[in-house]
């Protein structure tokens, strides 16, 4: 089975810091995709970014940035300079290459940045 | 684009009551979903339809019926709801669910129901 763990529930900081929000994933497959969704309080899910398991290339985009490293089993999601736009709850989740169309997500992380 | 719309935004209904849940895209999508999610909690899948099939069903109480009339349209019925059923209520589209390839499995997810049952 898998598993998606966001230890972090709540995180809050003051606008222009940097803050790292933390994902570890469990699994028995070698292939298999990672995501990052943001939602905000109008509730729907924005997605973020889809990392496949062979592709361990750190990404940056504007602001964001992500981390995969297979050997910690981990993608931990970079944001630089937040904004008081960026407050969501932000969830990180996992699904098989094969297989069902399951996402598994992890129980999410509640950024809160404050002016 | 990769809207997909859901109505109403808001639903309050009895016990009794029978009412529905309305989601709609028009990306092309063949795969759509539904989901559940309670206050501070992940969203958690009901139900999956590919290519106008039901492909997943996650052991979901009968009161919640799913329909797919066609490949741009994805209902939820419901019918005697418990209060415990109050909850966002979520659907999503990818372009496959079934294949990997490319940005396929991307599930783009609508502003969701707010349901409360009474």
Redesign the interface.
């Known amino acids: 089975a898998q598993k998606v763990t966001q230890a972090q529930t709540e995180i809050s900081v003051v606008e222009k810091e940097d803050v790292t929000l933390d994902c570890v994933y469990e699994t028995r497959d070698t292939t298999y ?1 990672l ?1 990052w ?1 943001k939602q905000p309080p ?6 973020l970014i ?1 990392r496949n398991s062979f592709d361990e290339q750190n990404e940056i985009s504007g602001r964001y940035s992500w981390n995969f490293q297979k050997s910690t089993s981990s993608f931990n999601f970079t944001i630089t300079a937040s904004q008081v736009v960026d407050s969501a709850v932000y ?1 990180c989740a996992l ?1 098989l ?2 297989g ?4 598994v ?4 992380t509640r950024l809160t940045i404050n002016p | 684009d990769t809207e997909v719309t859901q109505t109403p935004k808001h639903l309050v209904m009895g016990m009794t009551n029978k009412k529905s849940l309305k989601c709609e895209q028009h990306m092309g999508h063949r795969a759509m979903y539904w989901y559940k999610q309670k206050a501070k909690k992940p969203p958690e899948l009901m139900f999956v339809y590919s290519y106008e099939k039901l492909s997943i069903n996650e052991s979901v109480p009968s009161r919640f019926s799913p329909e797919c009339p066609n490949s741009s349209l994805l209902n939820l019925h419901l019918h005697a709801l418990q209060p415990e059923d109050s909850a966002l209520y979520l659907c999503a589209s990818s372009q496959d669910g079934l294949s990997a390839g490319g940005g396929k499995n991307i599930q783009y997810f609508g502003a969701g129901t707010r349901l409360s049952v009474l």
């Open positions: 995709y995501f969704y109008s509730g729907e899910l924005v997605f889809r969830f699904r290459i094969q069902a169309q399951k996402l997500f992890g129980q999410g």
